[in-house]
């Protein structure tokens, strides 16, 4: 029967991980820091991920993110560099501890203007700014209706300027 997904093997990932930029020093060492906390930093997502997140949110054209669990800043440095040069990133997480760490990067990677980390539950702070979608029309896809363009009267942290 035809498969209808490509298996993720081991040489897939290889070749995958070897085809995409290598993270640069800021990323290296805070992947560094993460891991000597022990078998915690196996929340942080992978290099390849990372790449990921910052190709989805240029695709896009992304002015505004929010990132609900930042842990020691990974994935938020990744999304903030995809960003539009003007772009605004607003992270919720609980845990001040790991957060300190995201703080300490978020600066080295001289992204500390553009991020906005708010230590609170997500569903409070962040679960308030609704997608809606500025265009309607049949070109606006659903991924970008659901991610790309939220309107900045219904965003209580755009109205922030975050
Ligand atoms: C899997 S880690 C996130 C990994 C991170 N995105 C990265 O790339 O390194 C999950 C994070 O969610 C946070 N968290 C848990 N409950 C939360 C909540 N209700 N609101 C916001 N953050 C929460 C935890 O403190 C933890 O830092």
Not at 34 to 62: C, D, H, K, N, Y
Request: aromatic share 6%; net charge positive; hydrophobic share 40%.
């Amino acid at each position: 029967m035809h498969e209808k997904f490509t298996a993720l093997t081991p040489a897939l990932y290889e070749y995958l991980v070897a085809h995409n930029p290598a993270p640069d020093g800021v990323l290296r060492e805070l992947a560094a820091e993460t891991a000597a906390l022990g078998p915690i930093s196996m929340m942080q997502i992978a290099v390849e991920q990372g790449v990921f997140l910052t190709f989805l949110a240029r695709l896009l054209g992304a002015r505004r993110a929010v990132e609900v669990g930042t842990f020691t800043g990974y994935s938020a440095i990744s999304i903030a560099r995809g960003l539009a040069p003007d772009g605004r990133l607003l992270c919720c997480d609980v845990n001040e501890e790991w957060t300190a760490i995201a703080r300490r990067y978020f600066a080295r990677a001289g992204l500390a203007e553009r991020i906005t980390l708010r230590i609170a539950p997500g569903s409070r702070r962040c679960a308030r700014c609704p997608a809606r979608p500025r265009s309607t029309s049949p070109s606006s896809t659903p991924t970008r209706r659901a991610i790309g363009r939220t309107t900045r009267s219904s965003c209580p942290a755009s109205a922030r300027g975050v």
